[in-house]
Structures are given as structure tokens and as C-alpha cells.
């Protein structure tokens, strides 16, 4: 199959300007390797695996107290361990060599106007808020519960929470307390950080009796700080000194959660040097941050792109908050902020791109996006249109990098990369020290076709465990069960023989028509290219001896689907995918059920609709529009 057109090129001051460029320089320098370009340094990242994180270790700078023993224990997964021996402190690498005069954190939401944090009161705030924390008896192990939006108190306190070695762990306020105690009650958490209320769609919520609720239910939680927000308040604590500990690498330092569609989330935690090396390599070599640079991604701090975001501290960039709805009153109201925050990376979600698309949203008309020279998309697979309506409304320049990655290790394994161009559709090439393979249900790596997601070899954030997993055995079931010492990551994956990739989507969602596979993200971007179309959803039900395929679809205000739509989706799909995967029924449905980091329900609906339960297939606070869910389980089955 032929290339797709290539949509941005980096300019020769852009290539020179990378900081992964410098990295490379410096590799040959002082390591004495000739590498001639990202490919020869990707293979060179993962077939030398040790000395390149010791070179990630060194480039960086990374301070530690005590110095790591080796770098790797075993290349056995699970079971690798990452620079034994070592202490360090993430929280002092966000700190360290800061002008506290200097502009840290940029925020806004529907509460507050645009404003600016600088390192001194960034510092200050966490100071406090370890001080806080040591006062109420928390200790290096125990667990900081979090109920807070994204606004700089709550960077500041994971930041505190972080220095003394406590674990964070947070939720976004819009879940329900059901969702939270699903999650926090695993890790039983011994201080819990609420706010008192936000603001979304212009609409006041008031969280008081959701934390009194949280209070009873979370038996192990000993004292609650309560953050005034939507009384327009400060967080006023007695000042207190930073004081970083240094912590062995593998401390925790925080613990994600799943999406929680099916059973409780799992908890992930993560290490405090895992995290601060991938994030050094991710955020300065990956996404090119640099002094001046303001990165910001839309995020709320239930997903892990709240935390991949802060990690942008560790750059010498500042970062942009934004909490609130990103459609309200309009989807202009993100494209006013990066005009009036200078924002210079945007980053979003593939549904952001395709809504701004659909609604014929214009960012550059009445806004000064001079400053902007990158456009980020994750979440989801970005399709084909989604590159060309960045080109054509935001410019030729703007560099639009495609991310894949996942909770899980709280990264991106397949993204950006900014010495390299961008072709229409694909993500750029596989992150440095990440071996992404697309295998076989045999095992076999293929290349130029769709096979599973797999790391065949260990990253320093891959979980250290699951929190309550004593044994090892719902790590193991998680990741490895598949392909024995091999981590399977659940999406389908195409490596091109350029070192490209395609996201096709969710291995578990896979739409299987007479032995033909297709990842159901196919799907959407043939059907999402009609203009009376905003959103579907796509499952295959076993019928009998058969599988039955219904494709659910969202149409714009005054469409209907009559005979000419239905014939126009059908032809598309049997076009773009092919004549096995044209559905067999076609349904409107009034919206599509999604988490609250915006992925799609494909899984929980077919199980809803093979009979299982409704409150069984989703946790209902765990889901961005819970009534939606209602809908698919009226439907006969």
C-alpha cells in the first residue's frame, strides 16, 4: 500500500532547535555512537535497553542522594527492577534550579479568570501543604486520597503530597461517590483532600454531602482538608519550608485506576523514579518542551494525562490549567484560552478535533495563535480528516502529533517525535526505550499489518503492582497472560515499514466478519466522514451460530436516517473496510455512552446487550453521561 500524503515536514531550525537532536549530538560525543537518524536511535534505545536509560539518567542530570547500584535487575517481565540502590526525590527535580519569579503554572476556569502561579508561590503552597500533612501524621507509605479539580492547588498538594513520600491518589469531583469509593477504598487512604464545589456548563456544583459521604465511607481516613473553591476562597495554610525526602526509586508515587468499566478499577501505582525518568525523556525529548514554552492538555484529574501534564514541570516549560467544560458556552472557549495564555503545545482528544470539525469551529478566526506551534491528540485514534482539519484551520507549521499509550505506565508508546514528518492518519514512530512490537495471535512480529500491541521488553514506569494484588496474579492476568513475559497492551497495531503506526483500536472490541479482523476505529472514521453523523458506535453480538454486527449512530440536529443515509454509511464502510463489516442493522440512538476520560463503552454494551445486567457491565459514576447507558439497556436483547 502506497505512503498517505505527508502533512507537516519539520524545517531544518526545527530539527536543529530538538532537543532530542542535542541528545543524539551528545550520544555521539561522549558514547561515541553514530546514529544517523530517529530510527537507528529508537533500535539503538531498545536493543541496548540499560544503557540508554543510564543515558537518559545522565543527560538529564538526575540527582540522587545514593547512587543506583545497576540499572536493570532482570529483563523478565514482570519482575524488572529499575536502578536498585538509588534515592532520589521527584518532587526536588520539579524544584530544582527554578527563579522563583518565573511563571510555573498558568490556570483558568469557569470560576476564576486567567491567572499565573509562580515557581516561588508554587513552592510556598507545597511547603505548606507537606507541612499540613506531617502535622496530621502522614508519614513516607501512606496514602493521600484526593477529590479535587484541576486548578493549581491541587498540583501543589500532590507536589507536597509527593515530597514526604506519601502516595497520591486522586479523583475528579464530577464522580459520583460510588466511582470514588470503588477506587480510594482499595488503597485506604489516610488524609482525603476534597473541594467544597465547581463549576461546569455554567451550572454550580456543591460536593459538601458528597464529602461527608466519602467520610463515612472511607473508614481509614483520619483527617479531611477542604479546598474553598466555589465560594471563591483561598487554601490559606501556615507557610512552611520544601523540605523533598529522598526516597528509593521505586517508592510509590501515585496510583492510577483503570477505567473501571467492568468490576473495580485496578489500582496501579507507580514509582517516583520511574515516572520522573520517563517523563524526563516523554515531555523534554518527545514532546519538545523548552524555556518558554507553554504546554497545556485538556484533562481532568481522574485520567492520567492530569499527571503526564505535570510531569511538564520537570521541563524548563510552564504548564496550562484549564477546569471546567471545554464546549462551553462553545468549542471556542479552549481556542480563546491558548490566544489569551499563549498557549504553545494544545493538547486534546481525538473527539475535541472531530467535534471542532463537525460544528465548523474556525480557532485562528478572531484569536492570536501566533505562539501556537503544536497541536497533541490522544484518547482515541485521530482520523485521516482529523489531520487535515488541523492543516487547513490552524496551518501548515503547526506540528499535529498523535499519542498512543495508556494509564497503565502513564505514557505515550507510540507518538511524536519532532525531527521526524508527520503522514496523513498515522502516529509518528515508537518511543525511545519503549520495543512496541504488532504481533500475531502466534506470537509472530509482523510489519505493514494489524496484530496485537505488545512491549517485549520493560519500561521504567510500567506498574510496580497493583495495590492489594499480594500474589501477583491480577498484574500478571492483566498484562502478561496472553503472551507469557510479554506485556499485551489490548489494542490493535499496524507498524509500517517506515516505522509508522496505526491505531486501529481495542483488541477486545474487535469486529471479526468471516475470519476478516477490524479494529472498530475503522469503523467510526469511515462513518464519522459523513456529515450527519457525530458520533457512533459499533458491536457484534453472538445470534445463534452467528454474529449479529449493529452499528449505532448519533446524527446532527434536523438529519434522519432515512434510506439514502442508510445507504450512504453502508457504502462508505464497505468502501473504507470492506463488504464483510457493513453492519447488519443501523440504529440512531440520542448518545453514546463514554467514561469520563472520553472513550467509548464498546465492551460494557455488548455485554449489556448479551443480557448481562446494567449495573454489572459499568460503574455508573465512572461514565462521563450515565443516562446514555440507559438507553442501550432498554433495547431488547
Same mark, same amino acid.
Given at each position: ?63 540522587? *542522594? ?19 540502590? %538509588? ?91 460510588? *466511582? ?37 465511607? #472511607? ?76 504546554l497545556f492538555w485538556f484533562t481532568t484529574t481522574g485520567w492520567m494525562m492530569w499527571n503526564f501534564l505535570v510531569g511538564g514541570l520537570l521541563s524548563e516549560a510552564s504548564i496550562v490549567l484549564f477546569d471546567g467544560n471545554p464546549a462551553y458556552p462553545d468549542l471556542g472557549t479552549l481556542w480563546d484560552l491558548a490566544d489569551a495564555a499563549g498557549i504553545t503545545c494544545f493538547g486534546t482528544s481525538a473527539g475535541f478535533i472531530t467535534a471542532c470539525q463537525k460544528e465548523g469551529v474556525e480557532p485562528r478566526s478572531g484569536r492570536d495563535l501566533s505562539r501556537l506551534g503544536s497541536v497533541g491528540s490522544t484518547g482515541s485514534p485521530l482520523a485521516p480528516e482529523g ?12 506540528? #499535529? ?7 497503565? %505506565? ?53 506498574p510496580l503492582h497493583l495495590w492489594g494484588d499480594e500474589d501477583g496474579s491480577r498484574y500478571r492476568e492483566s498484562y502478561f497472560s496472553t503472551f507469557p513475559g510479554v506485556w499485551r497492551h489490548g489494542d490493535w497495531i499496524e507498524i509500517t515499514d517506515r516505522g509508522t503506526a496505526i491505531i486501529t483500536g481495542r483488541s477486545d472490541a474487535t469486529i471479526n466478519r468471516g475470519g476478516v479482523r477490524t479494529g472498530t476505529s475503522e469503523i467510526y472514521r469511515s462513518v464519522l466522514a459523513l456529515d450527519e453523523v457525530v458520533d457512533a458506535l459499533v458491536v457484534d453480538i453472538p445470534r445463534g451460530d452467528a454474529l449479529r454486527m449493529t452499528l449505532f449512530v448519533v446524527?446532527?440536529?434536523? %438529519? ?7 445507504? *450512504? ?69
Open positions: 500500500m502506497p505512503a498517505p500524503p505527508i502533512v507537516w515536514t519539520p524545517s531544518p531550525e526545527r530539527i536543529a532547535s530538538a532537543t532530542i537532536t542535542r541528545y543524539r549530538e551528545w550520544l555521539a560525543e561522549t558514547r561515541g555512537l553514530r546514529l544517523e537518524g530517529y530510527h537507528d536511535l529508537w533500535q539503538w534505545s531498545v536493543d541496548e535497553l540499560e544503557a540508554f536509560w543510564a543515558s537518559i539518567w545522565e543527560f538529564f542530570e538526575v540527582e540522587a *542522594s545514593e547512587p543506583y547500584e545497576r540499572v536493570l535487575t532482570t529483563h523478565e517481565m514482570p519482575g524488572a527492577k529499575w536502578f536498585p540502590g %538509588a534515592r532520589l526525590s521527584y518532587a526536588e527535580h520539579v524544584f530544582r534550579g527554578r527563579n522563583d519569579d518565573e511563571v510555573a503554572i498558568h490556570h483558568a476556569s469557569e470560576l476564576r479568570p486567567l491567572g499565573e502561579w509562580t515557581w516561588g508561590e508554587l513552592r510556598g503552597r507545597a511547603g505548606a501543604v507537606a507541612a499540613a500533612l506531617r502535622e496530621a501524621g502522614v508519614v513516607a507509605g501512606d496514602r493521600v486520597a484526593a477529590y479535587l479539580p484541576n486548578i493549581p492547588e491541587t498540583v501543589a498538594a500532590f507536589l507536597g503530597c509527593a515530597s514526604i513520600g506519601a502516595t497520591w491518589s486522586s479523583c475528579a469531583p464530577e464522580f459520583g461517590v460510588r *466511582s470514588v469509593v470503588d477506587r480510594l477504598a482499595q488503597i485506604e487512604p489516610k488524609v482525603l483532600l476534597a473541594v467544597d464545589g465547581y463549576r461546569y456548563g455554567g451550572r454550580d456544583f456543591d460536593r459538601r454531602e458528597a464529602i461527608s459521604a466519602l467520610q463515612r465511607e #472511607l473508614p481509614t481516613v483520619e483527617r479531611t482538608f477542604v479546598v474553598p473553591y466555589l465560594d471563591g476562597g483561598d487554601w490559606e495554610l501556615p507557610p512552611a519550608e520544601l523540605e523533598p525526602s529522598q526516597l528509593p526509586f521505586d517508592h510509590p508515587l501515585w496510583v492510577l485506576y483503570s477505567s473501571g468499566t467492568t468490576g473495580l478499577p485496578k489500582p496501579i501505582v507507580h514509582g517516583q523514579g520511574g515516572i520522573l525518568l520517563e517523563h524526563l525523556k516523554k515531555l523534554r525529548l518527545h514532546v519538545d518542551a523548552h524555556p518558554g514554552d507553554r489531520f487535515d482539519w488541523v492543516r487547513d484551520r490552524l496551518g501548515e507549521d503547526i506540528w #499535529l502529533f498523535s499519542t498512543s499509550g495508556g494509564t497503565d %505506565a502513564c505514557t505515550a508508546f507510540v507518538g511524536g517525535v519532532p525531527t521526524l514528518p508527520v503522514y496523513r492518519g498515522e502516529l509518528q514512530a515508537r518511543a525511545l526505550g519503549a520495543k512496541v512490537e504488532s504481533w500475531s495471535e502466534e506470537g509472530r512480529p509482523l510489519v505493514g499489518e494489524v496484530g496485537e500491541l505488545v512491549i517485549t521488553e520493560p519500561l521504567p514506569s510500567m446524527l446532527r440536529d434536523g %438529519a434522519v436516517l432515512d434510506e439514502a443515509l442508510e445507504a *450512504s454509511i453502508r457504502r462508505r464502510i464497505r468502501e473504507d473496510c470492506s463488504p464483510r463489516h457493513v453492519p447488519d442493522e443501523i440504529l440512531v440512538a440520542p448518545e453514546i455512552p463514554r467514561t469520563l476520560s472520553g472513550k467509548i463503552l464498546e465492551v460494557p454494551v455488548k455485554r449489556l446487550l448479551m443480557g448481562a445486567p446494567a449495573d454489572e457491565v459499568a460503574s455508573r459514576d465512572s461514565l462521563a453521561n450515565p443516562a446514555a447507558l440507559d438507553w442501550f439497556a432498554r433495547l431488547p436483547h
